[in-house]
Nanobody
């Protein structure tokens, strides 16, 4: 099957930076869209950033100019560079991928297990 494994979360002071990574592994034929979502306590999960197979990107208004999403197709990996972090960025960050499993003729959506990002002094 397919797994998405995130890494790079942690505790950082306001104004600091973190880089999240998410590696997809398993019986993957191709990956279409990839993205990062986050969920803060008591809030709904929200889209943070999204990147298509053609490298078109879109961002939540709250992170524009501070976060950058990128992907390495050879490694089936998506990254999220987060700069100038604010306390309101504190959340569990989830990786998402929309892909074709080898042998299937339909796309399937997968989620990572989540990684905690805490921004606090």
């Amino acid at each position: 099957q397919v797994q998405l494994v995130e890494s790079g979360g942690g505790l950082v002071q306001p104004g600091g930076s973190l880089r999240l990574s998410c590696a997809a592994s398993g019986s993957i034929f191709s990956i279409n869209n990839m993205g990062w979502y986050r969920q803060a306590p008591g809030k709904e999960r929200e889209l943070v950033a999204h990147i298509t197979s053609g490298n078109s990107r879109n961002y939540a208004d709250s992170v524009k100019g501070r976060f950058t999403i990128s992907r390495d197709n050879a490694k089936n990996t998506v990254y999220l560079q987060m700069n100038n972090l604010k306390p309101e960025d504190t959340a569990v960050y989830y990786c998402n991928a929309d892909l074709f499993v080898t042998g299937n003729y339909y796309r399937t959506e997968y989620w990572g297990q989540g990684t905690q990002v805490t921004v606090s002094s």
